[in-house]
């Protein structure tokens, strides 16, 4: 009889357990249930599988990118140097004779016309030539002397015709001498009175008083009052690309001057290999002499050519290859590059003008991957956005429409029915 009381028990809280169990596994699955039904209000419905669950997820995952049909456009590469400012007018003034400078009446900077005084040399060879001007004037006026008194005496017959020649030819040698003495001490005079060869700016004064100079020593240097001008160096290859009346850009302390390009050598410098570009600068009168600017020219362009963004453009083993969107779907495609800068890139061969060329990265990029493109994506959210609103709103004239059959329902009651439990319920409170 005790074993079997035992059994009974024993039974009974097995019962109890199973029951716990059961409560516990059911709140569970409720717990569950509520959880995916909440998931489910983000999409448009559905459990986990179904339109808004685990397929709102992947298409979370998908990558959206940018693109856009190739343009016809122009394409320029430059290219950038450093260039030296110049006048367009330069001259270098060079002692003509070695001496002692006596005298500097100009410094740097000033502003000289042509003809005037710049520094006075003591070439010490002045004296020297006017003392052989003096000799000669003094010989041409004893010959000339010699010569009339001969006439007198040829006239009369007192001398030969042979004698006659050898006076005039004695003067005349005379007249000779004094005239290249003169002209010696005219161009020593010249050369220790240095004079300004051009109306301009006096840029560089290299000499002082008491200074000895030789013969080709710079003086000073003086720059016309002419547009300035840039002088820079190139490559062989920039070179080619470079014309006579080319625009072209320097840019000093921030300021930029357009010039023209107005000299391009053929023939490269000994000293460095690059072939010498000069260009007009006509509005930088302002810069000095000299200075170190940046230089810009266009050293390759292409017009009417398709463009495409350089970003877009991806290379394996230096072939080129654009990512093309269709239809939700990526395709590669290979492409030959041309001309390209730091924002276009001119495709040859490979593209049509429909296609519409993917311009942004994304570690989905390859073929066949599933891409949303860009605007699309947004149209489709508002699609899906107003699906929602008409769901709701047809949800909720269902819901008045029910509520409407409900209170009908109450109305049909007998009146007697309907107020007795209102009187039971307050009968129940007192």
């Known amino acids: 009889m005790s074993k079997l009381s035992s059994l ?4 009974k809280q097995n019962k109890k357990k199973t029951a716990i169990i059961a409560v516990v596994v059911l709140i569970v699955l409720a717990a569950l249930f509520m959880r995916f039904k909440g998931g489910s209000k983000g999409g448009s419905g559905g459990g986990p599988g179904g339109p808004g669950g685990m397929q709102d997820t992947q298409m979370d995952n998908v990558a959206t990118v940018a693109a856009e049909n190739p343009k016809s456009g122009t394409i ?3 290219t950038s140097t450093s260039g030296t400012v110049e006048a367009s007018d330069v001259v270098y003034v060079y002692a003509k004779a070695s001496g002692d400078v006596t005298g500097v009446n100009v410094s740097v ?3 000289v016309t042509a003809g005037q005084l710049l520094c006075t040399i003591n070439t010490e060879q002045v004296e020297t030539a006017k003392n052989a001007m003096d000799s000669a004037s003094v010989n041409l006026t004893e010959a000339q002397s010699n010569l009339s008194r001969m006439q007198l005496l040829y006239q009369g017959g007192d001398i030969s015709d042979q004698e006659w020649e050898q006076y005039q030819n004695q003067a005349k040698t005379a007249q000779l001498n004094y005239e290249s003495a003169k002209l010696n001490y005219d161009r020593q005079v010249e050369y220790s009175s240095v004079t300004a060869p051009i109306s301009g700016k006096i840029e560089t004064m290299d000499i002082d008083v008491y200074d000895h100079v030789n013969q080709q020593t710079q003086l000073c240097v003086i720059s016309g009052e002419g547009d300035k001008r840039v002088s820079f160096y ?3 290859r920039v ?3 470079l014309n006579q009346g080319d625009a072209m850009t320097i840019v000093k302390d921030g300021t930029t001057y357009d010039g023209v390009i107005t000299d391009v050598s053929s023939m490269a410098d000994e000293s460095n290999g690059l072939f010498k570009i000069k260009a007009e600068l006509p509005e930088a009168n302002s810069l000095s002499t000299g200075s170190n600017v940046k230089v810009t020219v266009t050293s390759e362009h292409a017009e009417n050519v398709m463009t495409v963004p350089v970003d877009a453009i991806y290379y394996d083993n230096g072939v080129g290859n654009v990512y093309v969107y269709q239809d939700g779907t990526v395709h590669k495609v290979e492409v030959e590059v041309g001309l390209y800068n730091t924002e276009l ?5 490979g593209l049509t003008a429909d296609d519409l060329v993917i311009s942004t990265w994304s570690s989905q990029l390859y073929e066949g991957s599933t891409v949303n493109l860009k605007g699309e994506e947004t149209d489709a959210a508002a699609a899906d956005e107003a699906g929602n609103q008409k769901a709701d709103a047809l ?6 429409q029910k509520a409407g059959a409900s209170a009908d329902g109450g109305n049909d009651q007998p009146a007697g029915d309907a107020g007795a439990p209102k009187d039971a319920k307050n009968g129940q409170k007192q």
């Not at 009974?8 to 039974?11: I, K």
């Not at 949800?395 to 008045?400: D, L, R, T």
């Open 8 to 11: 009974m028990e024993t039974v």
């Open 234 to 236: 190139v490559s062989e």
């Open 109 to 111: 900077g000033d502003m």
């Open 76 to 78: 320029e590469r430059t």
């Open 239 to 241: 070179m080619s690309n």
């Open 345 to 349: 890139a001119e495709i040859k061969s």
């Open 395 to 400: 949800a909720g004239s269902e819901n008045g």
